[in-house]
């Protein structure tokens, strides 16, 4: 937040920027309120739109699953899963559930079938959650270090034996904050697999599941992309 002035009268809310996405042939709206309130949670930042392409091109199919993005700031990956048929819950910070709230009446109708929004603090929140989400979503939510142990908590109770997430991340510049988390906080209670690296961009997405529960062998190349979680026809 310290990149926004802190003086309302400077830079306030009163700027909306509403965008549309093409993404697996549907077209996204999705509004941003840039100000001091929201800060970063305002913005779709690469990392969401580099995992939203990510679900397009492997055909992602979250009908029958239960799906919760965390720190989901503007909700346009929740809300794609949500399209894609997922029965979704998209969480962040009591500050950004009005402008996800916006963008999820935006995509669907006003009957029925849309995501819920609720607040959610790592490290405090979580118990209010049933454990067990069997889709756990979220990009550029591994930045700043003193969430990390909170969020790993939350990570935790969410994952159940049958549970994947998937965790989407710019390393900014060999920022060694995030590859610390991914590859000394993540191991000692997940597998972790590299689905991609874009190079160009610094963005890195990975599947994460439960230690002791993943079909993957101990031992494995983590880095090659196990497509089995994929199902057909999620795409148009």
């Known amino acids: 937040r310290s990149v926004f002035p802190r003086d309302p009268e400077l830079f306030a809310d009163a700027f909306p920027v509403e965008r549309r996405y093409r993404l697996c042939g549907r077209v ?26 990510y679900l397009e091109e492997q055909r992602f199919d979250f009908r029958g699953r239960t799906v919760i993005e965390l720190g989901a700031g503007t909700g346009i990956v929740g809300i794609l899963a949500a399209l894609l048929g997922g029965d979704v819950t998209i969480t962040d910070q009591p500050a950004a559930l009005d402008q996800i709230r916006e963008n999820v009446r935006l995509n669907f109708p006003a009957e029925g079938g849309r995501p819920r929004v609720r607040a959610l603090l790592w490290g405090q929140d979580e118990g209010s959650f049933r454990p067990e989400y069997e889709v756990i979503l979220g990009s550029d939510i591994v930045y ?61 997405i990975y599947r994460v599941t439960r230690r002791g529960d993943d079909p993957i062998e101990e031992g494995g190349d983590t880095h090659t992309p196990q497509l089995g979680v994929v199902r057909g026809g999620g795409c148009a």
Not at 28 to 53: D, F, K, M, T, Y
């Open 144 to 204: 700043h270090p003193p969430s990390f142990p909170p969020l790993l908590g939350t990570l935790r109770h969410l994952c159940g034996p049958r549970s994947f997430a998937l965790l989407c991340a710019k390393m900014r510049g060999g920022d060694a904050g995030a590859r610390r988390f991914f590859r000394q906080m993540l191991p000692p209670y997940f597998r972790i697999q590299l689905l991609r690296r874009e190079a160009e961009e610094e963005i890195e």
């Open 28 to 53: 996204l709206r999705i509004a941003q309120h840039h100000g001091p309130r929201l800060g970063p949670a305002a913005s779709v930042w690469e990392a969401a739109l580099s995992l939203c392409r």
